[in-house]
């Protein structure tokens, strides 16, 4: 998840970062932490960054994006990150999208933490910082069991010189004036959640992980969407790509393969025109079947005649009738007779 916490100065956007940051094993990205590393370690940007402090100026906010760039480019924010502290104006957050928009990698959630002014007030007032560790107090709603020590490593707590109201007037004014325009900004895109920073510590915080928890499983579900409409897409384009190809002149028909139903196109039986050779035919021969085209069918097998028990004997004779032969008899001696008187 790549998260921005916004909120007011002592809202409590660092220590539930810190809390995030365990809960989801993502690093947790604080620009005061960046310039004082890089101001520490000498870079190009901790030498700018340094100018710019020791002339009691703001430092640019190209130095400040630059930090921020290498930062979520290190191995360990490679799956999210959570930016405490930035961005602190309407200019940053644009550079920030366009840098998170090349990276390929855009922001998931934009989370603020409300908080009424004067909560803020006592908040600030009342805060105490360990000068070993970092942990954080607050002598109203989260005070040390023993005074001006830390409970964790027993460190001196100091109270920050511009922890007073006049000090936290101005730094209002100026996150009313710069910081507010972000909030519009995140809410146009749709990724602003609020969470409302008062109460104990725990209950904000099971506020907060739910709204994370409830937005990583919208992203999953877009991205598995995502995934069915592109596959539905690149169906139709291979659906309409086939139709447009002209088809055979056979016809095609649907037999049963292994796999379901496939195109097979019936195959044409040889022509003897395309072979280019003369067909003779012969003569059939008795007991042998007459030869075909050996090239498109295998001659039929040969049908052998039947005997009979005696082939050679005699037609049988006619029988002819005694009336019929008398008959004839008869006829016979009348023309004789006939004969015999004319001459």
Do not use: W
Request: with cysteine.
């Amino acid at each position: 998840m790549r998260i921005v916490l916004l909120g007011a100065p002592g809202s409590g956007k660092g220590t539930q970062a810190a809390l995030l940051a365990e809960r989801y094993k993502t690093p947790q990205i604080a620009t005061g932490e960046l310039l004082r590393e890089a101001v520490a370690s000498g870079s190009t940007l901790g030498r700018q960054a340094k100018l710019a402090i020791d002339a009691g100026q703001l430092v640019g906010d190209d130095i400040v994006l630059g930090m921020v760039q290498e930062r979520i480019t290190r191995p360990d924010a490679r799956n999210g990150f959570i930016l405490d502290g930035f961005p602190r104006n309407l200019a940053q957050a644009e550079v920030l999208d366009q840098l998170l928009g090349g990276l390929g990698r855009p922001l998931d959630l934009a989370l603020l933490l409300a908080v009424d002014v004067d909560a803020l007030l006592q908040r600030l007032v009342g805060r105490r910082t360990c000068l070993s560790c970092g942990q954080v107090y607050n002598v109203y709603y989260f005070p040390p069991r023993i005074d001006g020590r830390c409970d964790a490593c027993g460190g001196r707590l100091r109270h920050r010189a511009d922890d007073n109201e006049e000090t936290i007037g101005n730094r209002l004014r100026v996150y009313e004036t710069q910081t507010l325009p972000v909030i519009d900004y995140y809410k146009e895109q749709g990724k602003l959640r609020t969470v409302q920073g008062v109460g104990e510590i725990s209950d904000i915080f099971r506020a907060v992980r739910k709204v994370v928890d409830d937005v990583k499983t919208r992203a999953r579900s877009e991205s598995r969407a995502e995934v069915i409409r592109r596959a539905i897409a690149r169906q139709q384009v291979a659906a309409e790509e086939a139709t447009s190809k002209p088809e055979a002149a056979a016809p095609r028909r649907m037999t049963p393969g292994k796999t379901g139903l496939r195109k097979t196109t019936p195959k044409k039986p040889a022509s003897n025109k395309a072979t280019g050779k003369k067909v003779t035919i012969k003569k059939a021969t008795p007991g042998k079947a007459m030869p075909t085209n050996a090239t498109s069918r295998k001659a039929a097998p040969a049908k052998t005649p039947t005997r009979t028990s005696n082939p050679r004997k005699p037609a049988p004779k006619k029988v002819v009738s005694r009336k019929v032969v008398l008959k004839k008899s008869a006829e016979k001696k009348t023309v004789t007779a006939r004969k015999t008187a004319t001459k």
